[in-house]
């Protein structure tokens, strides 16, 4: 798989259910991020993971890394129908230039209300 | 908030011609970006500027592609002679200095090459 790749690539579930969605990567990194895309817009930075950290949380979110399995997963608590967007995670390039983080295709995340 | 801003929303243009996609960056912004989308794929880097010149570059980022900090608060990419495979989401970027790693990102550029 790519540096970046997430899955599930799609997922729907009802309003107040939990989402997890699961990035794997290949190489080392220095940090991990995830990011958000409301349909037609830019991203948005949800919430930064460093190498040496394993689980972190903001709000309703919980980030989880695992750098032996070169993987990461995003949990979404208690969703919304707002929470329906892709999420992408992306990695540093490990070594160069910072802010050339290397993106997933994303998970496509459907709240039904 | 401040944001990154980018115009148009939407380009279309024939095969051949000539594009400059802008970009206002987050004012105490130093570092800045492009990267690029084609619809239904990943989000791909394509170059990094910094302290007036380019940083780093990708594969995709050949000699039709330049950037350009025309003055103190614009920032372009200019496709030279526009293929049919530019045509994608094009996002601006920018971070505030070297220790920060979270991007802000401008809602894009559709360019459409017909």
């Known amino acids: 798989s790519q540096q970046g790749e997430e899955d599930p690539q799609a997922l729907s579930i009802q309003e107040g259910e939990n989402a997890t969605m699961n990035c794997s990567y290949k190489t080392s990194i220095n940090n991990l991020q995830w990011y958000r895309q409301n349909s037609g817009r830019g991203l948005v930075h949800l919430i930064l993971?460093?190498?040496?950290?394993r689980e972190k949380h903001s709000g309703r979110l919980r980030v989880t890394l695992d750098t032996s399995k070169k993987s990461s997963s995003l949990l979404i608590t208690a969703s919304r129908a707002a929470d329906t967007a892709s999420y992408f995670c992306a990695t540093d390039d490990y070594g160069g230039s910072q802010g050339n983080l290397i993106f997933g295709k994303g998970t496509k995340l459907s709240v039904k209300p | 908030e401040p944001e990154v801003t980018q115009t148009p929303s939407h380009q279309v243009t024939q095969m051949g011609q000539e594009v400059i996609l802008r970009c206002v960056p987050i004012s105490n912004h130093l570092y800045f970006y492009w990267y690029r989308q084609i619809l239904g794929q990943k989000v791909e880097f394509l170059v990094s500027?910094?302290?007036?010149?380019?940083?780093?570059k990708s594969e995709i980022f050949d000699d039709q592609f330049s950037v350009e900090r025309p003055d103190g608060s614009n920032f372009t990419l200019k496709i030279r002679s526009t293929k049919l495979e530019d045509s994608a989401m094009y996002f601006c970027?920018?971070?505030?200095?070297?220790?920060?790693?979270?991007?802000?990102f401008g809602s894009g550029t559709q360019l459409s090459v017909l």
């Open positions: 500027f910094y302290n007036n010149e380019i940083s780093e």
């Open positions: 993971i460093r190498s040496n950290e």
């Open positions: 970027a920018s971070k505030p200095d070297r220790n920060n790693e979270k991007l802000f």
